[in-house]
Structure formats: C-alpha cells, structure tokens
C-alpha cells in the first residue's frame, strides 16, 4: 500500500476518489483503512453498520491480533453494547441518535480507563484511546467508525476529531452497503497471505492477514453472524484438494498443481500450494498455500503512486477510464461536459506517453 503519511489534502482526494469507484463497499475497505491510516493515525479500526433500530446489523474490524479482537467483538456486541457501556461513554444508541458527530473517549477521563468496558474490552488487545464517528445517511445513521490507538499512544486530539468530520460524507458514502454484484474485470494485487497445512489439511498455521482472507472468502457480505464463527472447517474443505495434490508422488500426478478460486464482493482470491517439507525427512509432510486477492482495476490503480499524486479531476477521470466506460457516461458520471472530460484523457495521454486507453492501463499496470 502506498497511502501512509499522505498530506491531509491528498488523502481527502483518495478517500472522495475512493468513495467514487463503482461496485459494493467490501471492495473498498480495505484501500480505505490504509488511507485512513496515512489520514488520522490508529492501530485497530471498527466499521459497525446499524439496522433502523440502531442495532449493529454488521461489523468489521481490523486488530493487530485478529482472532483475540473477532473474540472481543463477540463479548462487546453480547454484554456491552447499549447497556454496560454507557457506565463509561455515551451509549451506541444514543450517540446515534443524538446529534454529536465525533465522540472521543478521552473526554470521559479516568471513568472511561476504569471502567469494566475499557480493561475487558479495550486493554486486552493492547487499545487504549478510541475514536467514534457517526456515519449519519439521508434517512438515518448507517452506523459508526472506531478508531483506536495503543497504550503508550498519544490520546486522539481535536485535529483528529476535525479531520474525521471534514470526510464524515464521502466515509458515509463509501460505505454505504450495496448489494450491486459487480462484474468488472479483476486484477492480482500484492496482498498476499500464508497458510500452512498439514498431511491431512489441517490449518497449522494462519498468518493475521490470512484470517482476514478467510473471512472475506467465507462472509461473502457482512453480517453479525461472521463473529460468531469459525473458518477453519470451512478453508480445511477448500484447501484440501491442493495439499492432497501437493502431497501426491509426482509421477501420479495427472495435471499441474490446481490454483483455486473464488470470488464475491470482498473481491477475487486465487491459492497455490508449495510442498515445505519432505517424508523421507522424518518430518512431518506440511504445505505452504499463498493466498492472493484480486481487486477491480480501478482500485488497483489507486495504489498506483502516479495516479495517488494526480490532480483531483485528473485522478477521477483516469479511474472512469479503467473501469471501461465511455467518454459521455464518465462526463455524466463526474459532472463534466465531454469536453472537459476529453482535455484529461489527453493530458493523461500525455503525462504518460500514450496514444490510446489500453495502452494507459498497460503502462500504469507494468510500472506498478
């Protein structure tokens, strides 16, 4: 990712460009924790999305330890929310309903870090400051972003508070839950994860990254239901058939090492087996599987650092143009005549010395 330590003006463009990019918000979630990251600084984030009762109907999260963070969701959701947590913040409910945009759990003092909400959910994972902002739609809260810092970290302070209300409408957009099944070309981006199995396809291993992989890969879309569950049954079924063929003498092998894959909103994921250790070693037979996700071409383009430093219009114009639309609906899409559309296709033309758009997307893909 190429989107920490931006300048706050620069990643408002990223976030509004982001927000833009057609196909449902599980494709963008991840590119926008990372801008967030570069935007207002934090160390785990929480996306919750409500029901018209104001009742999480979703959740997402990002921790530096994912399963003691799935497990502190489960608690939270379970004891906490709406009811044990408004001994120490303003309840989930109520900050919903009212009318305060950021809540910072700074401002409650040592009755937020001696409460039972802070050292049973918070402390464990290593969180100590927590950041709120009500994604507030239309007709209703769609529901709220958390951000949270370590211990040891400086407390979140007003400029981040005013930094996350300047982007409070285009976050609400970008997150808003579409159900639209996009069928946009996708495209393998570095995000890589490892897995390690055993002889059978047991999961002996599963990186931080590639639990969230299996998550995205199993929740297709987002439900309260994922904290809930367990994936491991599940990837065991899925991977099993590469490490059995992995595993195989190779003179029985009848084809080259499958690569399996799936696709939903969170995107496309592909997985490759490499054989780790031999039997004739005495050691046990494992296999490393990588897993990769695929992402729209547009949002590939994003990480692009060219396009990260385009201008504003430019940016939004050379992201139309990768998602394969003509120049009349990029123009009704963006607000602009034809013609002012057809003056950035030719500056990008020229910026990156080419004649057509599929020589653009080439040249944007090879250098990156």
Not at 81 to 97: C, F, G, Q, T
Not at 254 to 259: E, F, G, L, V, Y
Request: hydrophobic share 40%; net charge neutral.
């Amino acid at each position: 990712m190429i989107y920490c330590e931006t300048k706050p003006s620069i990643a408002v463009a990223n976030i509004r460009a982001l927000a833009a990019l057609a196909g449902p918000a599980e494709y963008r979630l991840p590119d926008l924790v990372e801008i967030l990251r570069g935007y207002v600084r934090f160390d785990g984030i929480k996306m919750t999305w409500t029901d018209e009762n104001d009742r999480p109907a979703a959740v997402w999260h990002v921790s530096p330890d994912m399963q003691a963070g799935t497990q502190s969701l489960e608690v939270f959701h379970s004891r906490f929310y709406n009811n044990v947590e408004s001994d120490a913040v303003v309840s989930s409910r109520d900050l919903l309903r009212g009318a305060r945009t950021v809540d910072n759990c700074h401002r409650y003092g040592e009755g937020f870090y001696d409460s039972e909400l802070y050292w049973t959910i918070m402390h464990p994972l290593g969180f100590r400051h927590a950041l709120r902002l009500v994604l507030r739609g239309p007709d209703r809260p769609i529901g709220f972003l958390t951000l949270m810092r370590g211990v040891g970290e400086k407390a979140f302070s007003s400029e981040d508070e005013q930094r996350l209300k300047t982007v409070e409408d285009l976050l609400t957009h970008a997150m808003a839950r579409n159900a639209m099944q996009d069928e946009s070309q996708l495209v393998p981006v570095s995000d890589t994860a490892l897995v390690i199995c055993g002889n059978r396809g047991d999961l002996l291993h599963v990186s931080d990254e590639a639990r969230q992989f299996l998550n995205y890969i199993f929740a297709p879309s987002f439900s309260m239901d994922v904290i809930h569950r367990n994936f491991a049954r599940e990837a065991k079924a899925w991977l099993y058939p590469l490490v059995r063929h992995t595993l195989m003498p190779f003179a029985k092998r009848t084809s080259r090492p499958p690569a399996l894959y799936r696709r939903n909103q969170w995107g496309g994921f592909s997985a490759r087996a490499y054989s780790l250790s031999a039997a004739e070693t005495g050691q046990t037979e494992t296999v490393g599987i990588t897993l990769t996700r695929h992402i729209p071409l547009a949002l590939r383009l994003m990480r692009h650092p060219a396009v990260h430093e385009l201008p504003r219009r430019e940016k939004d114009v050379c992201l139309k143009l990768a998602e394969g639309i003509s120049v009349p609906e990029i123009a009704a899409s963006l607000s602009m005549s034809t013609h002012t559309v057809l003056g950035h296709v030719t500056s990008l033309y020229q910026r990156f010395e080419v004649n057509s758009r599929e020589k653009l997307m080439i040249s944007l893909l090879s250098s990156h």
